[in-house]
């Protein structure tokens, strides 16, 4: 909790670049691919929260250097040999001739950079106590014992944050939002809650963590859109244990590789009522057991021991930044009627969220300008 709480200038900084960007945006009512700019907005967060520098996305509105793209071509790739790996060496040397490597160049060059920035500069306290950002953690480590927490371990860190915390936040960012496009109901049920929070004293500008923790239908609204679109559209693979195991009647040996998909588990009827396909928030502000109940099965950040390590970062980052947006803009669908257009290359990524802003409060100053 202190290194989260610490965290959350990093995120802010960013809230306050994509406010200022979506005021713009507001006042010459052009269409926005609002899936797009979200995953601008996470990329640039997981940058600052790891190496503390945003990759430049929100500021130059534009995918710097192709990273995003080059990750998206190396996303379909291994979403298909994950499935079909007898076609890996024939995609691969196809991928070697054809697709764009130098993205992903980018992404590794500008992480790259960073740790030897860091390195150089003996000067920041950050990196002897690790109080910074990750890599001031990794560092300090490092310098603690290099040979237990090598320089490739560094790099490693690194850049697996930005590899996980990226598209799966801004999946899921997209989600709340989009959805709370679809159901205005749910929407005025959440900016009534925040102005009453704001009408007592409780909620800053910009929100914090533990604010935003206290606010029930923020949380239920986030629980909610996390369920119904779970950023992750595979099965999480599991090897059965020694001995094999008996799951819902049937016996796998040891060794067989089992998984649930999270789509299928959050649409199970007996555990989340037979309105389980619905986005509806209340289903969550129910009593302690018949929550725990659902959250049992609750698997957008998987289950057990290789549950993800970077649910807390997200939950913090997506409870502060929505009551930003949803306070400061209304967002208007271009195709109100239409389904979402998704796309599944493990990560499960919202190819038709188009919407035009436009600012609530025109007078009041952003967190940008205060
Ligand atoms: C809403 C955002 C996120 C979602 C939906 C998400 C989802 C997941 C899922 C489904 C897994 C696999 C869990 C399993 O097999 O049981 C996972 C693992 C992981 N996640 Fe996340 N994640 C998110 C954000 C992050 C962030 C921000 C970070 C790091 C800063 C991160 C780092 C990791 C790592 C390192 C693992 C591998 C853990 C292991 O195998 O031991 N994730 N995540």
């Known amino acids: 909790m202190t290194s989260l709480l610490r965290m959350e200038k990093y995120v802010d900084d960013c809230s306050a670049v994509f406010v200022q960007k979506l005021r713009e945006f507001g006042k010459t009512h052009e269409t ?10 996470a990329f640039d967060v997981v940058g600052e929260l790891t190496v503390g520098k945003r990759f430049g996305f929100l500021d130059e509105g534009k995918d710097v250097g192709g990273i995003i793209s080059a990750i998206d071509t190396y996303l379909a790739y291994t ?28 992404m590794v060059e500008f992480t790259q950079a960073q740790i030897d920035k860091r390195k150089e500069d003996e000067t920041s306290p950050h990196e002897l106590d690790g109080t910074g950002d990750f890599l001031s953690i990794y560092l300090a480590l490092h310098k603690k014992d290099p040979s237990s927490f090598t320089d490739q371990d560094l790099f490693a860190g690194c850049i697996t944050n930005i590899g996980a915390g990226s598209d799966t936040t801004s999946i899921s960012l997209s989600s ?60 999480l693979g599991r090897v059965v ?55 049992r099965y609750f698997f957008t ?10 649910k807390n970062i997200s939950l913090m980052e997506v409870g502060k930044v929505i009551p930003t947006l949803v306070q400061e803009f209304d967002f208007e669908l271009v195709n109100p009627d239409a389904d979402l257009k998704t796309r599944n290359v493990w990560f499960v990524k919202q190819q038709s969220f188009f919407c035009k802003v436009s600012e609530r409060h025109s007078n009041s100053q952003t967190t940008a300008e205060k």
């Not at 926005?32 to 907005?41: K, S, T, V």
């Not at 697709?99 to 160049?105: F, N, W």
Request: glycine content about 8%; overall charge positive; some cysteine.
């Open 32 to 41: 926005l691919n609002m899936a797009r700019w979200l995953q601008f907005y």
């Open 79 to 106: 979403a298909n040999v994950g499935v079909y790996s007898e076609w890996h060496p024939f995609i691969s040397s196809m991928m070697q001739k054809l697709s764009p490597r130098q993205g992903r160049g980018s």
């Open 176 to 235: 709340v939002l989009y959805n709370l496009c679809k159901h205005p109901e749910a929407l005025q049920k959440l900016r009534e809650e925040l102005e009453q929070k704001q009408a007592n004293g409780e909620l800053s500008n910009p929100v914090t963590f533990k604010e935003s923790q206290a606010c029930p239908y923020l949380q239920a609204v986030i629980k909610e859109a996390l369920r119904v679109h779970p950023a992750t559209g595979f099965p």
């Open 241 to 295: 244990p020694k001995g094999g195991a008996t799951i819902a009647g049937t016996f796998f040996p040891e060794g067989a590789i089992v998984g649930i998909n999270t789509w299928v588990a959050h649409m199970n009827v007996s555990v989340f009522g037979h309105d389980a396909e619905l986005f509806r928030p209340e289903r969550w502000l129910t009593d302690k057991d018949n929550y725990n109940r659902m959250d």
């Open 301 to 310: 950040f998987g289950m057990g021991s290789r549950t993800c390590i970077g």
